[in-house]
């Protein structure tokens, strides 16, 4: 395997560059997508939709349906509002719909705002140890004036930049930066959507600092908390690695 | 217990979390890297939509403690193949045009250079045109873009290597027959 790779000509770099940034989507197609995706799931075999796809065409708006189908309640509220019934009419091959209709209602409930800037983000220090049980905090960032709904995208986005930089520290064998990371996301968001997350990157982070006795003991934590986390095989992967 | 749930290896709420972060956090990483793999805007939500059902259905799979754009694309890459090959897909939708011809203008606006970079990586195959993305363009490392994809990092090396070369060439020869 060669690594000599010969780089692009500045001139060619610059004409990749024009390519342009990461896009946002439109809300509404943000809310077709999302729409599409929970009706296939609903309707695969095993996927979720309690095994056969119902007898007749799906009718989320029916109560009893939903009832038995709680994440699907879940995903509607947070992102599509009532608006599901739309989108679980798909073409067999759960095309994306587009109706006119279907784009004013989705509109209308659409949830997720566009990401926030990376300035909301909330600025905490640093710090090089992470406790176990972080203690919660106020917070104060967040904007009194906006609705609810907006200010959860807000802050997810918030959240999710933190995270990010706590993965991206693990993958560069930064451990220390990726503890940093984690505590910061801990004292901003101690309840926050991606706790669980947090919770998983803290113990691979302690795993890749070699601190093996806090790792243990965050994992422990982590299992009792979580027991059927997805994140539970990585994590006892990673234990594993310790000596 | 919900779809999500029983299809994400016996999960529990945590995986309507994960899947809803995934969503909410790549989806424009997502709908943006379909566009850089050539998919018509047209197509682009009905593809977005198949990723993440793919995506859903492999959740267990994924690692959060990994950057999630490599494994993102593998999905993005595969359902642009499929795309591709499908028989009623027409050519120009694909970016099949020949370059041959040239740009009609030289490149001056935002517009214009996006259409040379579009029309540049048009002559990449899907497998090098995805390395050359992910490298080049979202900075992801050659480990992180072998394991995501769950191809040899040797081979990211060598697709690296000529995409940079054949994007390289079909620049010069668009910007060459414009001037």
Not at chain 1, 82 to 101: C, D, K, M
Not at chain 2, 57 to 77: G, H
Not at chain 2, 148 to 156: F, K, R
Request: proline letters at 8%.
């Amino acid at each position: 395997m060669s690594k000599d790779l010969e780089p692009l000509d500045p001139d060619v770099l610059a004409v990749l560059g024009q390519i342009g940034p990461i896009e946002d989507v439109p809300g509404a197609a943000r809310a077709r997508i999302l729409q599409a995706v929970v009706a296939r799931v609903a309707m695969v075999p095993g996927g979720g939709g309690g095994g056969a796809p119902p007898p007749t065409s799906p009718s989320p708006a029916s109560g009893s349906w939903i009832a038995r189908h709680p994440w699907i309640s879940l995903t509607a509220a947070l992102a599509v509002g009532g608006a599901l019934g739309a989108g679980a009419r798909g073409r067999p091959e759960n095309r994306v719909a587009r109706a006119p209709a279907d784009r004013s209602a989705v509109s209308a409930a659409s949830a997720s705002p566009p990401a926030a800037s990376a300035a909301w983000v909330p600025v905490a220090t640093p710090s090089a140890t992470m406790p176990p049980a972080p203690a919660p905090v106020t917070r104060q960032a967040t904007p009194q004036s906006a609705p609810p709904r907006e200010r959860t995208g807000q802050e997810l986005a918030a959240e999710s930049a933190i995270l990010d930089i706590a993965r991206t520290a693990i993958a560069r064998g930064e451990a220390d930066h990726a503890i940093a990371a984690v505590d910061r996301h801990a004292s901003t968001f101690p309840q926050g959507v991606l706790r669980e997350e947090r919770e998983a990157l803290g113990v691979k982070a302690l795993v890749l600092a070699g601190r093996a006795d806090d790792a243990r003991a965050r994992a422990a934590q982590f299992r009792a908390k979580y027991p059927e986390s997805l994140f539970l095989p990585a994590l006892d992967s990673a234990l594993r690695s310790l000596p | 217990m919900g779809a999500l749930q029983a299809s994400a290896s016996g999960g529990s709420a945590a995986s309507i979390e994960l899947f809803r972060s995934l969503f909410d956090r790549e989806l424009p990483y997502v709908w943006t890297t379909l566009r850089r793999l050539g998919i018509a805007e047209r197509d682009r939500e009905d593809l977005c939509h198949e990723v993440f059902f793919r995506v859903h259905q492999r959740l267990a799979t994924y690692d959060p403690s990994r950057p999630a754009k490599p494994w993102l694309c593998a999905f993005a890459v595969r359902v642009a193949s499929e795309h591709r090959r499908r028989a009623h897909v027409r050519s120009e939708d694909l970016g099949g045009e020949d370059d041959a011809a040239g740009l009609a203008v030289a490149p001056h606006t935002t517009s214009e250079h996006k259409e040379l970079v579009d029309r540049a990586l048009d002559a990449l195959d899907l497998d090098k045109r995805a390395v050359l993305v992910l490298h080049d363009l979202d900075g992801e490392t050659v480990p992180e873009i072998a394991r995501g994809l769950g191809v040899p990092e040797g081979t990211v090396y060598s697709r690296l290597r000529s995409a940079r070369m054949e994007f390289t060439a079909a620049v010069r020869r668009l910007t060459r027959r414009e001037g």
